[in-house]
Structures are given as C-alpha cells and as structure tokens.
C-alpha cells in the first residue's frame, strides 16, 4: 500500500512539473508580440508650400463714360457690343446751344480786341488817355478771349470718343435723352486687357512679392491651368477683410474670360530644398511630443521599431517637413506604425496586400 502511494505521488509531480514547463513556454510566447510593418528610406525632397484663393477677373481699363456738357444726347455711333478703336466717335451730343454761345462770344471778343488795340496804340504812341482804360480794355479782351476758347473745348467736349481700344459693355443713356455733366453716358471695358485680383490674408504680406507665379485656372476648364506673373502687390491692408490686394493679368489671345468671373488662384509661399518630408500620418504623440517609428534592431539582433523624436517643421496638405530627428537612409515605417510601442519586435512585409494587423509570434 506504501509503495502505491509513493509512485503516485512521483507520478503527480512529474506532472506538476511538465505543466509548469509547458505555462512557462507559453507565456515567454506571449510577451514576444510581432508586428507585420511596411517602411520606406527616407530621402531629403523638394517641399512646397501653396495659398488657394478665390480671385475675380476685372478689366484693367474697365469705365463709365461721362458727359462733361450739357445737351441732349443728339447720335451714337455705336450701339451695345460693339468693338471701339482709342480714338473713334461714341456718341455726339446736341451743341447747338454753344455754337451760338461761340458766334456771340467771337463777335464780343473781336470788339474788345479792337478797343484794346486802339487804346494801348494811343496810350503808348501819341499818350493819349490815362493807362486805367488801357488796362480795362486789355483785361476785358482778355476775360472774352479766354470764354471764347472754354466754349470752344465744350463744342469739342460734345462729341465723345473711346480714351481706349474697348467693347461697348453697356449704354446708359439713350438718343434724345438729356446728359448733364457727370451723368454717365456708357460703359467701356478695354479689349484684351483683363486681369484676376485677389486678396492674400495679411499674415503673407512678408512671403507674396510681384514676380512671383500664380497658378489660376477657371471652373469651366480646369485641365488648362495657367501660371503666370503677379504683376501687383498692394501695399495697405483692407481694414474688413484684412488682406491685400494681388493682380495677375490673363493672357491677351483668348476671348473666353469675362468680367467678374470667378477664377481660381493658388500662390507658392514657401519652398524647401533637400528637407526631409514624410506624411503627417506618421507622426504620432507620445507624453506630449511629436514621434515617428523607424527599423533598428535589438541586442540579439531581431528587428525592432525605435520611437524617435522629431521637430516638425512647415506643412501642407497631408505632408510635414522634419527638421530634426530623422535622417537621410532612415528605414521609416508606414503601414503598421499606429500598432507599435518603442522596441516593439517587427516583420517588414513587402506586399502591401498582405493582412497588416498586430499578432503573436
């Protein structure tokens, strides 16, 4: 009966043991965690940064005519649309009125100057009057002269001509009406001649210069992007909207564009040459600060993720510029970092179809 109860007991802890064993296997097992990564090397770029803005197209010559005489508006040359030529005839306004203003003035004038004449020779040569009444009558001829050429610029002032090659955009007033000084006649926007302006936020009044390119394309054809010069920066900032004002004239050959059309308009503000850029995705927070995973290896020489530090620099879009903490030839990981801890174990895949999940080796 002894004898039973001693094998079963060896037998017993026997089994103690190899349990004991096989718990310890098993749970050394379980703190070895792998996971499947994909990375990439990292290799200094180009970084550019851009400023997407909604701009309008405006005509650089873009007017309201306005009469400068009084009269009723007697013909127009031009009606609504058409093309003018800096120079040629709009319209002409009734100067009946100052044609006789004129014969008046040249009969009052041409007396005053005989009176003059006649006076200063008899003053002058045989001293005959007193020299008030030559100067009365030099002044008097003087005052008609000068009223006679002011009605003559008004007869000339009646008839209104293109200051401009231009398009007849719009007639205010129609034949027979009455214009009166300052009343606007038509509107004329200069052909070939049209620009997109925009306004930048003020906070890019340091970075925006004239020279730089623009890339401006229109909702309607989109696929023919332009890039072209800013040819004006403003120096004041609206006070409202807090911004200043950009100006990039559009090509002259095309006939497509419109006033007040909106046009899309993006503006380089920054670029970096050999600069580390990686996507902001990757850049994950640990304890306050910016980190990335990259591959090192263990003592026993089994690839392992290393959390680094890193100081972020400028962004845009989904990618940020490195400035410290990453080098040129580091292996980045991409797929899989967001499951990983410092010193993590790591199986580098190479097809991204492969199932990326964390797992137990």
């Not at 410290?324 to 174990?345: C, N, P, Y």
């Amino acid at each position: 009966m002894n004898k039973q109860f001693i094998l079963i007991g060896i037998l017993s802890v026997v089994l103690l043991s190899s349990c004991s064993e096989e718990q310890k296997q098993v749970s050394e097992k379980e703190l070895v965690k792998t996971v499947n990564v994909e990375t990439q090397q990292v290799n200094p770029q180009s970084f550019e940064r851009y400023l997407k803005l909604v701009g309008t197209v405006e005509a650089r010559n873009d007017v309201r005519i306005s009469a400068e005489v009084s009269g009723r508006i007697q013909k127009y040359f031009v009606d609504q649309g058409d093309e003018v030529k800096r120079g040629e005839p709009i319209l002409k306004i009734d100067d009946s009125q100052l044609i006789r203003e004129r014969e008046r003035l040249e009969a009052i004038t041409a007396q005053a100057k005989e009176n003059y004449e006649r006076l200063e020779r008899l003053f002058k040569q045989d001293s005959v009057g007193s020299e008030i009444d030559y100067l009365n009558a030099k002044y008097d001829y003087q005052q008609n002269k000068a009223s006679l050429e002011a009605v003559k610029v008004n007869i000339e002032k009646s008839s209104v001509t293109a200051p401009f090659d231009a398009t007849v955009e719009n007639i205010v007033l129609e034949e027979g009406e009455m214009a009166s000084p300052g009343a606007v006649l038509v509107r004329l926007i200069g052909t070939n001649r049209l620009q997109v302006s925009a306004g930048v936020p003020s906070t890019y009044s340091d970075v925006v210069q004239k020279g730089d390119r623009a890339d401006i394309w229109f909702d309607f054809q989109r696929a023919d992007t332009m890039r072209l010069p800013i040819k004006f920066v403003g120096k004041s900032i609206d006070p409202g909207a807090r911004t200043f004002e950009v100006e990039i004239p559009l090509p002259s050959e095309s006939n497509s564009y419109k006033v007040d059309m909106i046009a899309n308009v993006k503006i380089r503000t920054l670029e970096q040459q050999n600069v580390i850029v990686i996507p902001a995705e990757l850049v994950f927070q640990h304890k306050g600060q910016n980190v990335v995973y990259t591959v090192s290896e263990n003592e026993k020489g089994n690839k392992v993720a290393r959390m680094q530090k890193v100081k972020l620099g400028a962004s845009y879009k989904n990618n940020v510029v490195v400035d410290e903490g990453l080098k040129a030839e580091d292996q980045l990981i991409t797929v899989g970092a967001s499951f990983l801890q410092d010193q993590m174990r790591i199986n580098i895949v190479e097809n991204r179809e492969e199932q990326i999940a964390q797992k137990n080796s």
